[in-house]
């Protein structure tokens, strides 16, 4: 599989590998290029290692999903190249775990407090709708942090303010709209979340 990725023109990069894509671009200004991204991935091979994870995940009770989880991405990961160099995942399963177990808590809390009392699992259902989006923040610098490429790592901005404010807009615009917003909101989301991913000390732009 084959796709593309536009980024600034380098002068190390040889001139067989660009594709110029744009024109009309500012003076003095550097011209967006276009890349191939080439995946080396084969079904047979990932579907190796998904029945392992499923087997392995299900005699262990569910512990064995973060160690899963960090194989198939190392594999994905692995498979994906751009300019002859491939990306790579470092994620810490026992990390994975801890979370998993965190939010895995919340949610047996909600299910069983409702058989206890309303009150409780209202209790439980508000901590959980209050520590998404600092439960998204935390995914993300986890994810890209631990993703590479060149030996250069991904990084994302912490930011828990903006991400209750984009959080706290999508809501109000899905309720308003019944339901009629989504596309904004989900714009929205995905403005927050790419401008504030970096590689090494380059920043990702989005409109």
Request: aromatic fraction near 14%; include cysteine.
């Amino acid at each position: 599989m084959i796709t593309r990725i536009h980024l600034p023109r380098r002068p190390e990069v040889e001139d067989t590998l660009v594709e110029n894509t744009f024109k009309g671009h500012p003076a003095g200004a550097s011209p967006p290029v276009s890349h191939p991204i080439v995946f080396h991935g084969q079904t047979r091979e990932f579907f190796k290692i998904w029945i392992i994870n499923t087997v392995l995940t299900v005699l262990t009770l569910g512990v064995y999903s973060a160690w899963g989880k960090v194989r198939a991405k190392k594999y994905l990961y692995g498979s994906t190249e751009l300019l002859d160099s491939r990306f790579d995942y470092h994620g810490d399963p026992i990390k994975i775990l801890k979370g998993r177990l965190l939010v895995g808590a919340l949610f047996i809390g909600y299910t069983l407090g409702g058989k206890i009392s309303p009150v409780v699992a209202a209790v439980f259902f508000a901590i959980l709708i209050g520590l998404t989006p600092w439960i998204m923040v935390r995914a993300l610098i986890f994810n890209l942090s631990n993703s590479s490429y060149r030996n250069i790592r991904f990084g994302f901005k912490k930011d828990y303010r903006g991400s209750y404010a984009t959080y706290g807009k999508g809501f109000l615009i899905m309720l308003f709209s019944v339901g009629l917003g989504s596309p904004y909101a989900a714009y929205l989301h995905s403005c927050f979340r790419l401008n504030r991913i970096a590689f090494g000390r380059e920043s990702f732009q989005f409109q």
